[in-house]
């Protein structure tokens, strides 16, 4: 098998996708050396100034399809918005090329440990509890934010580790990828509209572990029953072989778990609202008392422990991740509150993209909650996504191309009120007529957002512009008053 070049002079570098992480690693490879051509299914007018940026860089572009000089050339880097199943990358693995994906040159580039954090739900928030724990001796990028690759390539200095998010789809591509901590959150049905089923989800999120030796942390969620699926699979040195790439080691990392509902043998629980430790060798003693009303909710409990696991992993003093907790703020869009009126607040979870984190959103308020959902489907089980609905919404306001279909799955379990919006600006001024006060009103979709807005971030920014509007429009009118 044809490895990954350490030298990058005059290699030939094809990029799959002009995106953030295409546009990234072309500036890194070509200023490396390498011969660089990014091909995009995208018309030029869709891309904007992005080809002129590419060029600027020394790349070459080609757009409106993909042609042959894909196919010829020694490495393709494909972004993370293009499936492994696509026909040229399908072509690309049986002439032999390299496919990989910006994850795996950034490791090969980064002279830093990484600590990497994957998951369906909990991710983001424990990669950026993590960073705050570690202080300004870390770095946070990946799926969260600023492309791995241009972090780990610029100046990192007084920096000892660079925290990651990685998604499944990134991991797909991986060939020898060694966090030197890596996490799995949890795994639930997701994106099942781009893999082509739960269990090759689940070996997706496996390969996060694959490349681990002894020297490494392993960690696992306990109370989720996939993550310990894959937890076995590391302890055993039995992790799945990905099709077209290296065997996974056999002698893997150290194996830690966190729970918030029960004691384990190694790692980090939660009990008598204090978070206990045992590492491999030590007794179990209690480390960091909970007390962050800033992070409410259970979900956030979980994120935070474990982080705080990783942090202890890798030597940060309790006291320190103590402080980093109390003045956390919560991510944008994740559970964000952007007003109130007359005792109803506005809450944008634009994030939240499948059933688990619906649910968990539901379960962090004490108030009735008028849910605003939907959006395009990504496969998930609206069936499932219902019933929760029934069982926590005072009311369900749906909009995007799957609404009728989870509202009609929410009705069928008894939910108690709906009505359908056909933008965003009525269905907030109807979840509000809905909600009692002191009541929440939730945007938290459980879909994607591409049926109405740019983005995700597009979609909280406008159900935040609505609901401000709102409030100001009635603040005016009891002024007239």
Same mark, same amino acid.
């Given at each position: 098998?044809?490895?990954?070049?350490?030298?990058?002079?005059?290699?030939?570098?094809?990029?799959?996708?002009?995106?953030?992480?295409?546009?990234?690693?072309?500036?890194?490879?070509?200023?490396?050396?390498?011969?660089?051509?990014?091909?995009?299914?995208?018309?030029?007018?869709?891309?904007?100034?992005?080809?002129?940026?590419?060029?600027?860089?020394?790349?070459? *572009?080609?757009?409106?399809?993909?042609?042959?000089?894909?196919?010829?050339?020694?490495?393709?880097?494909?972004?993370?918005? *293009?499936?492994?199943?696509?026909?040229?990358?399908?072509?690309?693995?049986?002439?032999?090329?390299?496919? @990989?994906?910006?994850?795996? +040159?950034?490791?090969?580039?980064? %002279?830093?440990?990484?600590?990497? +954090?994957?998951?369906?739900?909990?991710?983001?928030? !424990?990669?950026?509890?993590?960073?705050?724990?570690?202080?300004?001796?870390?770095?946070?990028?990946?799926? +969260?934010?600023? =492309?791995?690759? !241009?972090?780990? @390539?610029?100046?990192?200095?007084?920096?000892?580790?660079?925290?990651?998010?990685?998604? !499944?789809?990134?991991?797909?591509?991986?060939?020898?990828?060694? =966090?030197?901590?890596? /996490?799995?959150?949890?795994?639930?049905?997701?994106?099942?509209?781009?893999?082509?089923? /739960?269990?090759?989800?689940?070996?997706?999120?496996?390969?996060?572990?694959?490349?681990?030796?002894?020297?490494?942390?392993?960690?696992?969620?306990?109370?989720?029953?996939?993550?310990? @699926?894959?937890?076995?699979?590391?302890?055993?040195?039995?992790?799945?072989?990905?099709?077209?790439? =290296?065997?996974?080691?056999?002698?893997?990392?150290?194996?830690?778990?966190?729970?918030?509902?029960?004691?384990?043998?190694?790692?980090?629980?939660?009990?008598?609202?204090?978070?206990?430790?045992?590492? %491999?060798?030590? !007794?179990?003693? %209690?480390?960091?008392?909970?007390?962050?009303?800033?992070?409410?909710?259970?979900?956030?409990?979980?994120?935070?422990?474990?982080?705080?696991?990783?942090?202890?992993?890798?030597?940060?003093?309790?006291?320190?991740?103590?402080?980093?907790?109390?003045?956390?703020?919560?991510?944008?869009?994740?559970?964000?509150? *952007?007003?109130?009126?007359?005792?109803?607040?506005? +809450?944008?979870?634009?994030?939240?993209?499948?059933?688990?984190?619906?649910?968990?959103?539901?379960?962090?308020?004490?108030?009735? *909650?008028?849910?605003?959902?939907?959006?395009?489907?990504?496969?998930?089980?609206?069936?499932?996504?219902?019933?929760?609905?029934?069982?926590?919404?005072?009311?369900?306001?749906?909009?995007?191309?799957?609404?009728?279909?989870?509202?009609?799955?929410?009705? #069928?379990?008894?939910?108690?009120?709906?009505?359908?919006?056909?933008?965003?600006?009525?269905?907030?001024?109807?979840?509000?007529?809905?909600?009692?006060?002191?009541?929440?009103?939730?945007?938290? =979709?459980?879909?994607?957002?591409?049926?109405?807005?740019?983005?995700?971030?597009?979609?909280?920014?406008?159900?935040?512009?609505?609901? #401000?509007?709102?409030?100001?429009?009635?603040?005016?009118?009891?002024?007239?008053?």
């Amino acid at each position: 098998m044809k490895s990954i070049p350490s030298n990058w002079t005059g290699q030939r570098v094809a990029i799959l996708g002009l995106a953030r992480s295409g546009l990234a690693l072309a500036r890194v490879l070509a200023g490396k050396g390498a011969h660089v051509l990014i091909s995009d299914q995208r018309e030029a007018e869709q891309l904007g100034d992005l080809p002129e940026q590419a060029r600027a860089v020394g790349a070459q *572009v080609e757009m409106g399809g993909h042609s042959d000089r894909l196919l010829n050339c020694e490495v393709l880097v494909i972004s993370p918005g *293009v499936s492994l199943y696509a026909p040229i990358v399908q072509q690309a693995l049986q002439r032999g090329v390299i496919v @990989t994906g910006e994850v795996e +040159i950034a490791y090969l580039l980064c %002279p830093r440990p990484i600590l990497a +954090i994957t998951g369906t739900n909990g991710k983001s928030t !424990s990669c950026s509890l993590l960073h705050e724990a570690l202080g300004q001796g870390s770095r946070l990028a990946g799926n +969260i934010g600023v =492309p791995l690759v !241009s972090e780990v @390539t610029g100046d990192l200095t007084g920096v000892d580790y660079v925290v990651a998010e990685i998604s !499944s789809f990134q991991l797909e591509t991986v060939h020898g990828f060694r =966090p030197h901590l890596a /996490m799995l959150t949890n795994v639930t049905a997701d994106h099942l509209d781009r893999h082509r089923s /739960m269990e090759e989800y689940v070996q997706a999120k496996a390969r996060l572990f694959a490349y681990q030796t002894p020297d490494d942390w392993a960690i696992f969620n306990a109370d989720d029953d996939q993550s310990l @699926t894959v937890s076995e699979w590391v302890s055993a040195g039995k992790i799945p072989q990905w099709p077209g790439y =290296p065997a996974p080691h056999t002698n893997l990392a150290r194996v830690l778990h966190y729970s918030v509902n029960r004691e384990v043998a190694q790692g980090a629980w939660f009990k008598d609202n204090w978070f206990w430790l045992r590492l %491999p060798g030590q !007794s179990a003693r %209690p480390v960091l008392r909970w007390n962050f009303p800033n992070l409410p909710g259970p979900h956030n409990l979980s994120n935070a422990l474990a982080a705080c696991l990783a942090a202890l992993c890798v030597g940060t003093d309790p006291e320190q991740i103590e402080r980093a907790f109390a003045s956390y703020h919560r991510m944008h869009h994740r559970l964000e509150e *952007v007003g109130e009126l007359r005792g109803v607040r506005f +809450i944008d979870d634009s994030k939240a993209t499948n059933v688990s984190s619906v649910e968990s959103a539901l379960l962090t308020y004490k108030e009735p *909650v008028v849910l605003i959902a939907g959006g395009r489907d990504k496969g998930l089980d609206l069936d499932e996504l219902g019933r929760v609905l029934a069982l926590h919404c005072h009311a369900l306001v749906s909009i995007g191309e799957a609404g009728p279909q989870i509202a009609a799955h929410a009705l #069928k379990y008894g939910l108690r009120a709906h009505q359908r919006a056909g933008s965003m600006q009525e269905a907030v001024e109807i979840a509000y007529g809905l909600s009692p006060s002191p009541g929440v009103v939730l945007l938290s =979709p459980a879909c994607t957002s591409f049926d109405m807005f740019q983005n995700a971030e597009h979609r909280g920014d406008v159900f935040a512009a609505c609901a #401000k509007g709102l409030i100001q429009k009635s603040l005016v009118t009891k002024e007239e008053r």
